[in-house]
């Protein structure tokens, strides 16, 4: 099982922008696929999650109203829409999907096995 991030960079506030998780190795469509970002010092925190239709989805209320995460099942991959950056925003993102194809799609972090290498975020004052 394989997770690949990209699409992070470096933005100013206010800006948008989106990461892709590509994933192998799986059936995108059996599995829940998970958002995850970690900032220099800090824990790494829950920030949304998709349930393996597509339909269900999850938010951290520090990003609800401004992040979108979505699944191309086909493509195997899963994206998350960022806007109205905040310097605070700024972490590596990770995504992360868990060991056996499951209904649930949860925030915890230990419920998830495999993770990618990460995307960094920078958001600019």
């Known amino acids: 099982v394989e997770l690949v991030e990209s699409g992070g960079g470096l933005v100013q506030a206010g800006d948008s922008l989106t990461l892709s998780c590509a994933t192998s190795g799986i059936t995108l469509s059996n599995f829940p696929v998970a958002w995850f970002r970690q900032a220099p010092g800090k824990e790494r925190e829950f920030v949304a999650t998709?349930?393996?239709?597509?339909?269900?989805?999850r938010y951290a209320d520090s990003v609800k109203g401004r992040f979108t995460i979505s699944k191309h099942n086909a493509k195997s991959t899963v994206y998350l829409q960022m806007s109205s950056l905040r310097p605070e925003d700024t972490a590596v993102y990770l995504c992360a999907t868990t060991q056996y194809g499951s209904g649930e799609y949860p925030s915890s972090r230990d419920a998830y096995y495999f993770w990618g290498q990460g995307s960094q975020v920078t958001v600019s004052a």
């Open positions: 998709i349930d393996w239709s597509g339909e269900r989805t």
